[in-house]
């Protein structure tokens, strides 16, 4: 049995708050989170939520209520997490490509910081020396991911430290006392493949007997979904397994205790979300015919510079009969969502809701077109609530500076 929101429910929503409008639906993120508990009971792990794919902040509040921890992307995801009232413990940083003050600042705040690079290394290592225990981020060399700009792991990605310079690291840490206390790797998103992780997991093995004190191996994320019907997410308890298998015979090994640790974004809060545009104009032409909302790519990108597929659906006349649309928005752009797609039959007004809407919907929103962002509502125990208010007329100004 799986938790969602009824179309009845996101159509009252819908009236009450305006279009276009996200919803998240609570129990259905803390459903994801229950199965990632099970899954990986049989091992100390520990889940860390990489919040880039949903920021708002009562969605934070909600998951550190769960007692599930938070990974950061950049330092002010970090502030976030504490303002939601995640303790330091429970939150990493695991960085990419940002400023040594970055890190500074991290420390400071005395959170869980994954380093990428040998310069910040070795910057880490001359300042702090053995004092702060550090994991770093390592770039295996492993093609995996839903597609190229989701993948991070390659031998081209910008990703991590490229792990032929194991040496130099090495080196570093020998230097200046580095406490070097996890490694992490994340080779991408929408990885299915369980064998991918269990690489990963390999080159952990042979790395452990290098670092006396690692304590943590860290996966990372990107753990598939099912965005179409029929579609198979990641097999989370079969990785859960094989995950427990491999930190418990390290453990003996080595006679250290390890942890694994990982970082879904988008299993966590991807089926959670549902994004309700309103169908402003249809046209035909030729075969084509057009269904054009109140959205764009200012608001979902996704299908655009992912060519992600996301399942839609016309709330307003569910038992229409099936014809073929080209679902566009309404941006000066060509911002597509979907091409061909049969849906219930469509009428200017009518509300479609695209699904999987919660993990890098509304986040990697924009105003291109001076278009506002939408508002954001949050489903919990069956009550509504307004989580992020639409823009208004003056938030295009805000930051502006008229000095003419
Ligand atoms: C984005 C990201 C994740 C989460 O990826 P998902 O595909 O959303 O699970 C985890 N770890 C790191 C370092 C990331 O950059």
């Given at each position: 049995m799986s938790t969602s929101l009824s179309r009845q429910q996101l159509l009252n929503i819908a009236d009450e708050y305006g279009t276009p409008v996200y919803v998240y639906h609570a129990e259905k993120i803390t459903e994801q989170y229950q199965k990632l508990k099970t899954a990986f009971a049989a091992a100390p792990t520990r889940i860390f939520y990489a919040c880039k794919a949903l920021t708002n902040i009562n969605i934070l509040k909600h998951i550190n209520s769960l007692g599930c921890q938070v990974d950061c992307s950049s330092i002010n995801e970090v502030k976030l997490a504490l303002h939601a009232g995640f303790e330091p413990k429970n939150i990493l940083y695991t960085s990419?490509?940002?400023?040594f003050s970055e890190i500074e600042e991290a420390v400071s705040l005395g959170v869980n910081i994954n380093i990428d690079s040998l310069s910040n290394l070795g910057k880490f290592g001359k300042k702090y020396g053995h004092s702060y225990p550090v994991g770093i981020r390592l770039r295996p060399n492993i093609m995996a991911g839903g597609n190229l700009k989701i993948s991070?792991?390659?031998?081209?990605?910008?990703?991590?430290?490229?792990?032929?310079?194991i040496d130099q690291v090495l080196e570093l840490v020998k230097t200046?006392?580095?406490?070097?206390a996890g490694l992490h790797i994340h080779t991408g998103s929408?990885?299915?493949?369980?064998d991918v992780f269990m690489k990963v997991g390999d080159i952990f093995a042979e790395l452990v007997p290098r670092f006396p004190e690692v304590r943590f191996l860290d996966f990372g994320g990107g753990f598939k979904v099912p965005y179409k019907e029929n579609e198979t997410g990641t097999d989370v308890p079969l990785l859960g397994q094989k995950v427990a298998e491999l930190i418990n015979q390290l453990t003996a090994t080595h006679q250290r205790n390890f942890e694994a640790w990982f970082e879904p974004g988008k299993f966590i809060v991807s089926e959670c979300g549902y994004f309700i545009t309103e169908v402003n104009v249809l046209k035909e032409s030729g075969k084509i015919r057009f269904a054009g909302v109140n959205s764009g790519f200012n608001h979902l990108i996704r299908p655009m510079f992912y060519d992600s597929y996301h399942h839609i659906e016309n709330i307003s006349h569910p038992e229409g009969p099936l014809k073929n649309y080209t679902i566009t928005g309404?941006?000066?752009?060509?911002?597509?969502?979907?091409?061909?797609r049969p849906i219930a039959e469509i009428r200017e007004g009518d509300k479609l809701v695209f699904y999987n809407?919660?993990?890098?919907g509304y986040e990697m929103g924009s105003n291109y077109n001076s278009r506002y962002k939408p508002a954001q509502v949050l489903v919990k125990e069956g009550k509504a609530f307004l989580v992020a208010r639409r823009d208004e007329f003056t938030d295009l100004l805000r930051n502006q500076v008229e000095v003419l």
């Open positions: 990419n490509g940002i400023a991070t792991g390659h031998e081209k990605s910008k990703f991590g430290i490229p792990i032929e310079q200046n006392q580095i406490h070097i929408e990885i299915k493949d369980v309404n941006i000066c752009e060509t911002d597509t969502f979907a091409t061909d809407a919660g993990a890098y």
